[in-house]
């Protein structure tokens, strides 16, 4: 058995988690990183709800994680965001934890990028998180407390050719954070922002093999991210060692455009 530390149990065995019984929803928790976070709040202690377009990957999911639950929701439409997070309150009596994860991509140079597609990942993305962030902080403010993360990406700081819908919609969540944070303070509310880098996920690998060289280049620490590498960070800003973080943004991405 490990040692007692950050990540291991204390005391005759039993298991301590740093997220002993809190409730915690994920949108895009069907695969790729919000599936990564999703495991690691579970071993955590944390019971969870995926919340995914593709619902039959979540209940897939779900299964097999072990105290979870899935919702199909689309993060864009504000019914589906309210019955999520009712959902959640009705499955555990709580929500602690609200991970604005879910997201698409649709790359292309502004002169072949169509309004459709602009709209169509800002709304996901932005709106989105907009849309969680909302219905989220009201019950957790009420509740006392709790802790908002938003998925946002190194794109949104630097602007990536290609993705100027994409940047867009991540900056923007960055500002969505920050004001946020400033209006749920005092209601116990900390909200914070990702930004992950190169992380080997099937949006990733999508990308063609030039694409990944070139940015893997750019990487000091000379390698892409691994899911559970974003999920520790994530761990962090949902549990209390984060107690008096609120309105940042956390790079993850080995050192890239520092
Ligand atoms: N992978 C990376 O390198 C990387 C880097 C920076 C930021 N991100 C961000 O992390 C998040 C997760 O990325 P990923 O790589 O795991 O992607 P992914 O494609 O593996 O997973 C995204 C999930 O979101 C779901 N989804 C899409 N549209 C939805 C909608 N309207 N409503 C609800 N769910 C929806 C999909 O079904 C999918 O399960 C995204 O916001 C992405 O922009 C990823």
């Given at each position: 058995m490990r040692a007692a530390g950050a990540w291991g149990r204390v005391g005759k065995g039993a298991p301590v988690g740093l997220l002993e019984g809190k409730a915690a929803v994920i949108t895009?928790?069907?695969?790729g990183l919000g599936l990564a976070i999703a495991q690691l709040f579970v071993a955590q202690g944390a019971r969870v709800v995926l919340a995914d377009i593709n619902v039959d990957k979540a209940t897939e999911a779900a299964k097999e994680l072990g105290p979870a639950i899935a919702v199909r929701t689309d993060v864009t439409k504000e019914d589906d965001v309210a019955q999520l997070v009712e959902a959640c309150q009705r499955e555990?009596?709580?929500?602690d934890v609200m991970v604005n994860n879910a997201g698409i991509t649709r790359d292309a140079s502004m002169k072949k990028m169509s309004a459709d597609d602009f709209r169509l990942v800002v709304d996901i993305h932005l709106y989105g998180a907009w849309l969680g962030t909302k219905a989220a902080g009201l019950v957790m403010k009420e509740q006392g407390g709790g802790s908002i993360i938003n998925m946002s990406s190194i794109s949104g700081k630097v602007g990536n050719f290609g993705q100027t819908n994409y940047s867009a919609a991540k900056a923007g969540i960055v500002g969505l954070t920050k004001a946020a944070a400033k209006e749920l303070a005092r209601g116990g509310v900390r909200v914070n922002a990702i930004q992950p880098g190169l992380i080997r996920t099937a949006m990733t690998e999508a990308m063609p093999q030039h694409a990944w060289e070139s940015k893997l280049a750019e990487i000091p620490m000379g390698r892409a991210g691994e899911p559970s590498e974003v999920a520790g960070a994530a761990l962090f800003l949902a549990s209390?060692?984060?107690?008096?973080?609120?309105?940042t943004v956390l790079e993850i991405a080995g050192g890239r455009h520092i």
């Open positions: 895009g928790g069907a695969q555990y009596g709580r929500i209390e060692l984060s107690s008096y973080i609120t309105g």
